[in-house]
Structure formats: C-alpha cells, structure tokens
C-alpha cells in the first residue's frame, strides 16, 4: 500500500489552500507566559520570535482564568490525587466525583435541573443533536451558525433543514408558519453569540416564536443555543445571552475552554434531557470525559465566576471592551457595535486585513485576520478579543499601533 496517489491529489489541494492565504498549518506557537508588570497585562514568547513579548488578543480566556492561582492550584492537586488522565469513559468506570460536581454546580448556575459534560463543546453538539432529531424533525438554523452544529446537523437522520437569515426573526417566523403540519417535531439551533462578529441571538424573541408554534407540531418546538461565546462575558454575573435576553433555552451548552479558562463542553436542560442524553449520546457514550483535574479545575473557575471576584472581572471585561470599541471608531474604524468582549472590526478586503495583522504583529501584537471563506466577501475583518487579563495600558498600546500610519 501506498501513500502516492492520495498524496498527489493532497499536494493540489493543500496548493489551492495556500493560494487562498488561509492556511492554518503555520500557526503561532506560544513558548513562554509572563505575567503583567508595570501596569501593562501579561506578555507570550513565540517559538521563533526570540525575546519579543507579545500582547495577545486573540485568547478565548475572556476572564483570565486560564492562569488564575486558584484554578491552576485546583487542577494541580486533583492530577496529583487522581491521576492524568480517566482511564475509562464515564459509564464504564471513568466516572468521578468531581466530574459529577461540576454537572451539579454548572446546573445550578444556569438555574437548570441537570447538566452533563463532554470532551469539548463541539464534541457536545455532534453528540446531542442526532438523538433529539428523528426523520419527522425539521431543523431550524441561523445561517451563522458555528461549524459544530452545520456538523452536527449533518450526522442527524432529519426530515428537512431550513435555514434563516442571521439573527432574521421575521423569517425563523414564517419557517415555523410555512411548516405547520409537515413535521412532528422542530429543532431550532442557534449560536448564542456569534464567534466572529460578537453578537447575539434574540433568545426573547426566538422562545416566544417557539411558543406561538408550539402546538401547531405534534411533539412541538425545543431550542438549543451554543453560547460558547456568552457564557462568563455577557451578564452582570456571566450567565451569558440568557441573561441579557431575559429568556432560557430548552437545552443549552457552552465550552468550559473560553471564558471559564479550562477545557470541556457542556450542557443544561431538564433532567429527562439529560437522563435520555446519557443513555443515547454517541460522544458521552464512547468517548473519554474531560480529566478529572480539569473537572476539578473548572469548578474552581465556575466558583469564581459566581463570586465578587467573577462580577469585578466582569465588570472590567465590560469597561475594557467599551472603551476599545470607543477608541476604534474614534480613529476611524468601521467597528460592529455591541457589547461583547469581541471586537470586530470590518476591513473588507482580503490584503488589507491581512497587512493590518501583520503590522499589529510586527508590533508584538497578536490579533486574528477573518477573510473569506471563513466570512463572506466584502466582510473581512480583524477579530480583536478582549481579556480582563488586560489593562488599560493595553488597550491605548493598541489603539496607538491600530491608528498609526
Ligand atoms: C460557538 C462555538 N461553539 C463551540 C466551539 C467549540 O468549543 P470547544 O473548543 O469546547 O469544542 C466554539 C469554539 O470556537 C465556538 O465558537
């Protein structure tokens, strides 16, 4: 057997990746960490960068709990009692006490009755939504939607699949109108924040749409909202879209590897949900949980979240974001308004925004380029993502690099 063939047709084709400029295989790689100093947030040392420190905003870890002492302390001590790594899947014997605290604790915080966690928020998705969908459903999407739930749909058996304009009420209405009587059951999915523009799904209005249709499906309308992105940034207390929307999902779930600054996905619902996921979930089922040190680690992360601490950092996450936005826009920026810690800022144009990421590097500043096809076209963008690791100091360094000529 060889690899000449297959090779070949791979070499075209990673050719054409690299023609388009979006290949991801030359990746920077982090080194070294140092913490804040001199009122400046902390610095990353880049594998083949020398003695350059960068600024990064580009992290996930919107509260900076990824390297909060209690957190790390946390993870370190449940890895020296219990070990590295699960040994099992959760229903053979990989099952701990601190994985089932964090479901206990993360359902309380959402104020749902259960919980469940997964190897990742992605591996979360792909494993609920075949299970819940039956050849009579109809799924619901926003045409926005993450790559875990296009992926997730795709492994489902469902009768038929109607997309929305992003965030378009008045067409997610007339889908649910258009469809009475064709399908038993409807599942509208949606991201709860939007990974690359940093704003938000209408729960409010997408809940009471499911109500008014409700009964015009014989096993009526749930929805499930991916808020990744929402969980611990949007919220006076981090509950995320819900919370500035006033209004819960049917089922919702979040990574603990953005905000809560650790690793895993999860979900909240009722406790027939869960009962029925854990029993039916491919992914739960047959795939590691997360490690018990990250169980441990993540209720550690959550615990902060929820306390004076979490609503302080919070609260800055919120002031350091206004004030980036405020200062782009001032320099002359087109910038997506909201208020979400990520800040996207609209270029337009595949070279322009590349040669504004690579002059923010060229200045020790990590920032992340959106061009097609990751957006449409005449949507490029710089994804800036704001920390409450961050400080003021950052946030005028970047200003001045952004707006300088
Ligand atoms: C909306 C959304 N869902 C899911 C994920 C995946 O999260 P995880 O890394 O926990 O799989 C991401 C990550 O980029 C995301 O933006």
Redesign the pocket.
């Known amino acids: 057997m060889s690899l000449n063939k297959l090779e070949a047709i791979l070499k075209q084709q990673l050719a054409s990746i690299d023609a388009m400029g979006c290949a991801k295989r030359d990746e920077p790689v982090i080194r070294a960490r140092v913490s804040g100093k001199n009122g400046f947030g902390p610095r990353y040392y880049l594998t083949g960068c020398g003695e350059e420190a960068f600024l990064r905003m580009n992290s ?1 870890s919107y509260l900076g709990l990824d390297c909060h002492p209690d957190v790390v302390a946390a993870e370190a001590k449940a890895a020296e009692q219990l070990g590295t790594g699960p040994g099992a899947v959760r229903f053979i014997s990989g099952s701990y006490q601190v994985h089932k605290d964090l479901e206990h604790n993360l359902a309380t915080f959402h104020g749902r009755e259960a919980a469940m966690i997964f190897s ?4 979360a ?1 792909l494993a609920i939504l075949p299970p819940l969908i039956s050849e009579h459903t109809l799924i619901v999407s926003d045409a926005l939607n ?1 790559n ?1 739930i296009i992926n997730a749909i795709r492994l489902s058996r469902c009768a038929a699949k109607a997309v929305y304009g992003h965030l378009d009420m008045a067409e997610l209405e007339t889908i649910l109108q258009d469809n009475r009587g064709k399908y038993q059951r409807v599942c509208v999915v949606t ?1 709860g ?3 690359m523009r940093g704003d938000y799904a209408d729960l409010a209005q997408i809940k009471t749409l499911c109500e008014r249709y409700d009964d015009d499906y014989e096993q009526g309308i749930i929805s499930i909202v ?1 808020d ?2 929402g969980v611990g940034v949007l919220g006076a207390t981090g509950r995320g879209t819900e919370q500035v929307c006033a209004a819960k999902a049917d089922i919702l779930l979040a ?4 905000a809560f600054g650790v ?3 999860y979900i909240v619902s009722s406790q027939k949900v869960i009962d029925y996921l854990r029993e039916t979930a491919a992914l739960y089922i047959y795939s590691n949980p997360i490690t018990a040190a990250e169980a441990a680690a993540a209720t550690q992360a959550l615990a902060v979240v929820d306390s004076s601490e979490g609503v302080e950092k919070l609260a800055k996450l919120h002031s350091l974001s206004a004030r980036l936005r405020a200062g782009l826009i001032a320099a002359g920026f087109t910038v997506l308004s909201g208020q979400h810690a990520i800040v996207a800022v609209l270029i337009g144009d595949t070279q322009q925004t590349k040669t504004l990421v690579d002059k923010l590097f060229a200045h020790q500043i990590l920032t992340t380029g959106l061009s097609y096809p990751v957006v449409p076209k005449g949507q490029e963008e710089i994804r800036l993502q704001v920390s409450a690791d961050h400080t003021d100091k950052d946030i005028e360094l970047l200003l001045s690099v952004i707006s300088s000529n």
């Open positions: 996930n990742a928020a992605y591996a998705m993450h875990c991201d924040v939007f990974s991916d990744s992105h990574t603990l590897g953005k690793n895993g996905g």
